[in-house]
C-alpha cells in the first residue's frame, strides 16, 4: 500500500530539513533501512532512511529545497498502484520542478553620479580642509588636494571629490612620465572595478545559521545575563603541557581547562543548572559543550561525564568529536544534552571575550589566550604566563557570589594541576 514519506525530525532541535541530494529516484526500489536522502539539519548532514518497502513513485520535494518536518517529500508504494490521492497540490507540489533559486547579486542599474567640483587653485592662505579617507585617497592616487574645492560642510574636501577628481582626470593629469601616473591608473582602475561591481549580495542562510540567529536571540533577549571575569595564572598548566608536548601527547591547553571546569562544576551544581520556569533544575552529572567553529556557525558536541574522564580520554574524544562536528557526521546524541559549555578563542589569539549562554544551559565559560605578561611577584617584575576567563550566568539561576565561587575554585584547579588528579 502506497504511503507519503514525510521529513522526519533528525535532532532535538530540528524545525526543518534542506534535502541536499535524493539517493533513490523515481522508479528506485527501495527496502526499509536504505538510505532514501541526503538531508541538511540544523546541526549535521544525515543519511534520511526509508521506513517501508516499495517503489519511489514520486519526489515531491526538490534537492535544495528547505522542507518543514512533517511535510511530504515523496511517496513510495507498488509500480502500478495509483497514488493520485496521495499527492500534494499543485502549489506544494510546483518546487520539484526546480529548487528555489538564490536570487543572484544585482547591480546597481547605473552608478551614482558625482558632481565634480569645480577645481579652483586654492588661493594663497586658504586653509586646507580634508577629511581623513580623503587625505588617504589623495595620497594613494596622487590627487593634489589644492586643486580641489570642497563639497563638504564649510568646503571641506571628502571622499566623493577625491572620486570626482579622479573620475574627470583632467586638472590633476601628470606629465609624460610623472612618477605618479602609475598610481593615478591603478587608483582609476580600482574606481572602475568598483562602480562595476555590486555594493551588495544576498546569501542565503544555512541551516546552522538559521538555528544560531533563532536560538541566540531567544538567549539573549530573554535571559538576563552576567558577566564574570577571573585572571588565571597559567604557569604551572604550561609547564605541564610542554612536558607533555615532548612526551608526544596530543593534550592540548583546552583539555586541561575542559578537566579543570568539569571537575569545579562538581562542587558548584549551582552553576550547572537550567531555569525551568518555575524552578531551577540542577545537574547531577557534568555534560560539557564545546563550542567548535564551522564554515557557516558553530556547533557544541557534548563530552558526557567530563569530570569522571581522565586527561588523555578527553583530548582523544574532544579532538574526535571536533574532527566529526566539522565534517557534520555527528549523530543527534553528540551533540545534545550538554549541562555547560565552554568557547575558546585562545588559539585565535583572542586575549577575552563574553560569551552568548546557549539555553537551555545557565552559563558558559570563554576562555581567552595563554598569554606571557609581565607580572609583580613579591616587590619585583617578573614574567609569568596569564589567562582570562570570562563566566555568562543566567541571573535567574545564580546570583554573582555564586559565580564568583565557581571561577576561584576554577582558578585553583588551574593554578594547582595536581589537584585535577
Same mark, same amino acid.
Given at each position: 500500500?502506497?504511503?507519503?514519506?514525510?521529513?522526519?525530525?533528525?535532532?532535538?532541535?530540528?524545525?526543518?530539513?534542506?534535502?541536499?541530494? #535524493?539517493?533513490?529516484?523515481?522508479?528506485?526500489?527501495?527496502?526499509?533501512?536504505?538510505?532514501?536522502?541526503?538531508?541538511?539539519?540544523?546541526?549535521?548532514?544525515?543519511?534520511? %532512511?526509508?521506513?517501508?518497502?516499495?517503489?519511489?513513485?514520486?519526489?515531491?520535494?526538490?534537492?535544495?529545497?528547505?522542507?518543514?518536518?512533517?511535510?511530504?517529500?515523496?511517496?513510495?508504494?507498488?509500480?502500478?498502484?495509483?497514488?493520485?490521492?496521495?499527492?500534494?497540490? +499543485?502549489?506544494?507540489?510546483?518546487? *520539484?520542478?526546480?529548487?528555489?533559486?538564490?536570487?543572484?547579486?544585482?547591480?546597481?542599474?547605473?552608478?551614482?553620479?558625482?558632481?565634480?567640483?569645480?577645481?579652483?587653485?586654492?588661493?594663497?592662505?586658504?586653509?586646507?580642509?580634508?577629511?581623513?579617507?580623503?587625505?588617504?585617497?589623495?595620497?594613494?592616487?596622487?590627487?593634489?588636494?589644492?586643486?580641489?574645492?570642497?563639497?563638504?560642510?564649510?568646503?571641506?574636501?571628502?571622499?566623493?571629490?577625491?572620486?570626482?577628481?579622479?573620475?574627470?582626470?583632467?586638472?590633476?593629469?601628470?606629465?609624460?612620465?610623472?612618477?605618479?601616473? +602609475?598610481?593615478?591608473?591603478?587608483?582609476?582602475?580600482?574606481?572602475?572595478?568598483?562602480?562595476?561591481?555590486?555594493?551588495?549580495? %544576498?546569501? %542565503?542562510?544555512?541551516?546552522?545559521?538559521?538555528?544560531?540567529?533563532?536560538?541566540?536571540?531567544?538567549?539573549?533577549?530573554?535571559?538576563?545575563?552576567?558577566?564574570?571575569?577571573?585572571?588565571?595564572?597559567?604557569?604551572?598548566? #604550561?609547564?605541564?603541557?610542554?612536558?607533555?608536548?615532548?612526551?608526544?601527547?596530543?593534550?592540548?591547553?583546552?583539555?586541561?581547562?575542559?578537566?579543570?571546569?568539569?571537575?569545579?562544576?562538581?562542587?558548584?551544581?549551582?552553576?550547572?543548572?537550567?531555569?525551568? !520556569?518555575?524552578?531551577?533544575?540542577?545537574?547531577?552529572?557534568?555534560?560539557?559543550?564545546?563550542? *567548535?567553529?564551522?564554515?557557516?556557525?558553530?556547533?557544541?558536541?557534548?563530552?558526557?561525564?567530563?569530570?569522571?574522564?581522565?586527561?588523555?580520554?578527553?583530548?582523544?574524544?574532544?579532538?574526535?568529536?571536533? %574532527?566529526?562536528?566539522?565534517?557534520?557526521?555527528?549523530?543527534?546524541?553528540?551533540?545534545?544534552?550538554?549541562?555547560?559549555?565552554?568557547?575558546?578563542?585562545?588559539?585565535? !589569539?583572542?586575549?577575552?571575550?563574553?560569551?552568548?549562554?546557549?539555553?537551555?544551559?545557565?552559563?558558559?565559560?570563554?576562555?581567552?589566550?595563554?598569554?606571557?605578561? +609581565?607580572?609583580?611577584?613579591?616587590?619585583?617584575?617578573?614574567?609569568?604566563?596569564?589567562?582570562?576567563?570570562?563566566?555568562?550566568?543566567?541571573?535567574?539561576?545564580?546570583?554573582?557570589?555564586?559565580?564568583?565561587?565557581?571561577?576561584?575554585?576554577?582558578?585553583?584547579?588551574?593554578?594547582?594541576?595536581?589537584?585535577?588528579?
Amino acid at each position: 500500500m502506497a504511503s507519503r514519506v514525510v521529513m522526519p525530525k533528525l535532532s532535538d532541535t530540528m524545525e526543518e530539513g534542506r534535502i541536499l541530494r #535524493w539517493i533513490k529516484k523515481e522508479g528506485d526500489p527501495v527496502e526499509t533501512g536504505q538510505a532514501l536522502a541526503e538531508v541538511e539539519t540544523d546541526k549535521a548532514t544525515v543519511e534520511m %532512511e526509508a521506513y517501508t518497502n516499495g517503489i519511489v513513485r514520486k519526489i515531491v520535494a526538490a534537492e535544495g529545497q528547505f522542507v518543514k518536518v512533517g511535510q511530504q517529500i515523496a511517496v513510495i508504494g507498488t509500480a502500478d498502484e495509483d497514488i493520485s490521492a496521495l499527492l500534494p497540490g +499543485p502549489a506544494a507540489a510546483a518546487p *520539484v520542478e526546480s529548487a528555489p533559486a538564490r536570487p543572484a547579486p544585482v547591480a546597481d542599474a547605473a552608478p551614482r553620479q558625482v558632481q565634480a567640483a569645480p577645481a579652483e587653485p586654492m588661493a594663497a592662505g586658504r586653509h586646507l580642509k580634508a577629511s581623513p579617507l580623503a587625505l588617504r585617497m589623495a595620497a594613494e592616487s596622487g590627487v593634489d588636494l589644492k586643486s580641489l574645492r570642497g563639497t563638504g560642510p564649510q568646503g571641506r574636501i571628502i571622499k566623493r571629490d577625491i572620486e570626482a577628481a579622479l573620475a574627470t582626470d583632467a586638472p590633476q593629469a601628470p606629465s609624460a612620465g610623472s612618477a605618479v601616473a +602609475p598610481q593615478r591608473s591603478r587608483a582609476l582602475a580600482m574606481v572602475a572595478a568598483r562602480d562595476a561591481a555590486p555594493e551588495s549580495q %544576498e546569501i %542565503e542562510l544555512s541551516p546552522v545559521r538559521r538555528t544560531i540567529a533563532k536560538r541566540l536571540v531567544q538567549s539573549k533577549g530573554p535571559i538576563p545575563h552576567f558577566y564574570l571575569t577571573i585572571d588565571v595564572a597559567m604557569d604551572r598548566v #604550561w609547564d605541564a603541557y610542554k612536558a607533555l608536548r615532548d612526551q608526544k601527547s596530543s593534550i592540548s591547553i583546552n583539555d586541561i581547562v575542559i578537566k579543570a571546569t568539569a571537575l569545579a562544576l562538581r562542587q558548584h551544581p549551582d552553576i550547572n543548572a537550567s531555569f525551568a !520556569g518555575d524552578h531551577v533544575k540542577q545537574f547531577a552529572r557534568v555534560h560539557i559543550g564545546m563550542a *567548535v567553529a564551522l564554515d557557516d556557525g558553530l556547533i557544541t558536541p557534548v563530552l558526557r561525564d567530563a569530570d569522571l574522564k581522565p586527561l588523555e580520554e578527553i583530548s582523544e574524544e574532544a579532538r574526535t568529536l571536533a %574532527e566529526r562536528a566539522r565534517a557534520r557526521t555527528l549523530q543527534p546524541s553528540e551533540y545534545s544534552g550538554a549541562t555547560f559549555s565552554i568557547s575558546n578563542l585562545g588559539m585565535m !589569539g583572542i586575549e577575552q571575550f563574553s560569551a552568548i549562554i546557549n539555553p537551555p544551559e545557565a552559563a558558559i565559560l570563554a576562555v581567552g589566550a595563554v598569554r606571557q605578561v +609581565p607580572i609583580a611577584v613579591d616587590g619585583q617584575v617578573t614574567v609569568g604566563y596569564r589567562m582570562k576567563a570570562t563566566l555568562s550566568v543566567d541571573h535567574r539561576v545564580a546570583d554573582g557570589a555564586s559565580g564568583a565561587r565557581f571561577l576561584q575554585t576554577l582558578k585553583r584547579f588551574l593554578e594547582h594541576p595536581l589537584l585535577m588528579a
